[in-house]
Every structure is written in C-alpha cells, then in structure tokens.
C-alpha cells in the first residue's frame, strides 16, 4: 500500500487523467483523492495497463507546492471558477495544462508518439465537449475550437497509415476499459467517420459536417455517460429521462456554442430517431443521411466497448450489428463500407488463432476475414514478452474466433504495436 503523505499547506491539484500518457516522465508526483502517492515525480508511466489504471480513477491530484505548472493550472482555473460563478467542487472541469485554447489559438501540430497525439486529441476533445454541456462556451468562440479539433481529426488521419494507427489506438482504449468512455467512444466514431466518408460518396463540406456531428452527438450526455459506463445497474428513471432528451438537448447546447450549421444541428438531433429502413443514402435527405451514417457508427463501436455492467461484445458481433443495422432484412451500406475500411476484425480489437493464441489486430489483410495481428498470449494462456508478428492468411495460422478485448489479461505497449504495424508493411516482415 502507499503511504500517505504529510500534509502540504495548500490542497492538492486535480490533474485531468487525459493529460497522462505512456512514456511520460512526470515532472510532479502523483496522488490519489486521500493524498496517498501513486506514482512519484520523475518515474515514467510504463505501459497501457499503468496508464489504464490511473484513468480509472475518479481523481488524481498533484501536491500544489511542488511544480510551478500546477500552481499556474490552479490559479487559472480558480480565475476561470470565479468568471463563470461556478462552485469550488467542480474546479477540476476549469483546470487546464494548455494556454490558448479557449480563444483558438496554439493550433500547432500535434506532437509526440502517435498514442500521445490521440491522448492529446481526446482532453482537447474533453475539454470543448464539457465546456459546451456547462454552458461555458461562448458562441464566438465555439466555431474556432471546432475548427482545431477538425484539423486534430485531419492530423490523425493524414494518410491511410497514419488512419490505420490512429484507429488502432483508439479503438485498443475502448475496447479493453470503460474508464473515458464518453470522449474515447465520439473521438473513435469521428476518426472513423472520417475515413468511410469517402467510400459512402461525402466529401467536402458534408464529410466535415459529418465528422464534427459525430464528436459532438453525445455532448449533452458527457458526464452521463461516464457514470453509466461505471454502473452495474440499470439507468435510474432521471437517467432514462436525461438519454431520451440528450439529442435534442445536444442540438440546443450546440447551437449555444455557436454552431450555425443547420445540417450538423439536424443531424445531432436526429442521431437517435429510427429512420426509415432500408433506404439508399443517396436517396435520404441530407440530414438524415449523416444521421444514419452516426447512428451505425455509433452502434458498432458502442457494443465492442466494456461496461461495469456487461463485457464489450466482439468484432464480429459488432460488424454483423453494423451490417444488418435497421435494414428491413437488406445489408447496410454504412456497415459495408466499415468491413470494406477495417475488415471484420478491427485494427486495435482481439482475435483467438486457430492454435490458441490470442492476437491484437494491427490491421486488415487482403480479405475481410485475414488480419495481421501481433500474438501477446500463448496457448497456454501466458503473456509474451515480445509480440510476434503473424498474418492470419497463412495455413495454421486463422483466426478462429473474436475476443472482447476486456476478456485479454495482456500488458500492451501502443508505442510498440504502432512500430510493428508500420514494420508489417515493410518487405522485411514478409507477409507478402
């Protein structure tokens, strides 16, 4: 057990989790909400389950007398608290580690790994998302925020390979942990709605609309469903009330924030209500097209993801979710096109090799059904302390079946599954 610490003159610092990242050397120590040290200053976050661990808890603080970036975040955020008359529990929703971002400014580009950078994307995400359900984003500056998460957006899916990872690492964190549930499952929907866009006829404007109605759906609802990822029971009656309004309430929140665009407002609005079955994208009106495309996006991700109350499902059920989603008995064209992009095991989900084994996807392979994956537990049910690297095109080698990727008891390093996935496309690997 770790020890508690002295107490220090001042209370700690709520340090939003987002801003943890794998590889990091941290330049404070680490506390939990009873001033017990998790991790100290200058030890590095180790790997994905360490960081898991930490995001999974309500609350990490950092001592407020021992870096001059915490005191700078708090007295920040307490100067924010009192601008909007906001009560003292809720400071850590004011803190931030980055300057510049309420305006629009610091658009750099993003830095670091590639798990960094989505790691990066998803507090940015985080932050505008809960800003815009506390009515603390202002309409002149909700457009431009926008704008720089669509440019984040473009960042991670700069190329097919550059996609192919992202999505990796995304869809790795929601598939094996509920902890961030509501910003990892809208920023994974939108890194996707990006990419099929194309294969489903939308570009230019409409595909934007599209991207940014999907990462912004769910936005009356971001501390909901945090809870209910959390939850073992059912939804109360006041939650059921609040789900039921939050697409409405979501379009009302956002239109707050300034967005004017009447085709991304009608498509959040509409993100729930059961369309027409059966029918042609092409054929719907466009507002109802985006909404369809969220509504199957948000389905097949949705059931790989883990809750307290429910394992994920598996790809495979997912892809048959997508597929046959609100058809009338026809395959869905949307859930065509996710098979066609990720095959019908997604990059950053579990397989179980004919042998035993059990894989992390990488990626697709030539057919639906053949990815290329890394092996992290043996027959044997034993962690490997090197991935190996195999294509399940190859005799002796298929998939035999989809894992939740909550049921996988392995430690993966993103950094290292990222690296093995660019090396798989090498003539060096020699997968063909």
Not at 77 to 88: H, P, Q, S, T, V
Not at 127 to 140: D, K, Q, S, T
Not at 151 to 166: H, N, P, V, Y
Not at 194 to 218: H, I
Request: contains cysteine.
């Amino acid at each position: 057990m770790p020890a508690p610490m002295s107490g220090p003159a001042h209370p700690p610092v709520p340090l939003p989790t987002e801003q943890l990242r794998v590889g990091m050397t941290l330049p404070f120590t680490l506390l939990d909400a009873a001033g017990r040290v998790l991790l100290a200053k200058g030890h590095a976050i180790e790997d994905e389950q360490q960081l898991r661990l930490l995001r999974e808890r309500r609350q990490v603080f950092v001592p407020f007398e021992e870096s001059e970036l915490a005191v700078k975040v708090l007295m920040t955020g307490l100067l924010e608290l009192d601008r909007r008359g906001g009560a003292i529990k809720d400071l850590d929703r004011y803190v931030r580690l980055d300057e510049g971002e309420a305006d629009g400014q610091g658009a750099e580009p993003l830095r670091g790994t590639l798990p960094e950078q989505c790691a990066e994307v998803s507090a940015r995400l985080r932050r505008l998302l809960a800003g815009i359900e506390m009515g603390a984003v202002a309409p002149a500056e909700g457009p431009a925020r926008f704008e720089r998460l669509w440019r984040d957006i473009g960042q991670l899916t700069a190329s097919a390979a550059q996609a192919e990872a992202g999505t990796l690492v995304l869809t790795y964190r929601a598939c094996t942990s509920p902890a961030e549930y509501s910003v990892l499952h809208a920023l994974q929907c939108a890194v996707l709605a990006r990419q099929v866009a194309p294969l489903l006829g939308l570009q230019g404007q409409e595909a934007r609309t599209l991207v940014l109605a999907t990462a912004s759906m769910n936005v009356a609802m971001l501390r909901l469903q945090d809870a209910l990822a959390q939850q073992h029971g059912a939804p109360s009656p006041v939650q059921r009330a609040q789900i039921d309004a939050h697409a409405a309430e979501g379009e009302r929140l956002l239109r707050a924030a300034g967005v004017a665009d009447p085709l991304w407002l009608e498509a959040v609005r509409l993100h729930h209500t059961p369309l027409a079955p059966g029918v042609r994208l092409a054929q719907r009106p466009p507002a109802q097209r985006l909404a369809h495309v969220i509504q199957v996006l948000d389905r097949y991700t949705a059931s790989m993801s883990p809750r307290a109350s429910r394992p994920g499902r598996t790809a495979k059920d997912a892809a048959r979710t997508a597929i046959l989603f609100r058809t009338g008995g026809e395959q869905d064209e949307v859930g065509l096109a996710l098979v066609r992009l990720l095959g019908m095991y997604p990059p950053g989900t579990f397989v179980r090799l004919k042998g035993g084994e059990t894989a992390l996807v990488l990626r697709r392979g030539a057919r639906a059904g053949t990815p290329v994956v890394a092996v992290v537990v043996n027959r044997a049910g034993e962690p490997l302390g090197t991935p190996k690297l195999v294509s399940t095109a190859r005799a002796g080698q298929e998939v035999a079946d989809a894992v939740p990727g909550s049921a996988v008891r392995a430690r993966v390093n993103l950094d290292e599954m990222v690296r093995l996935l660019a090396y798989s496309r090498t003539p060096a690997a020699g997968l063909g």
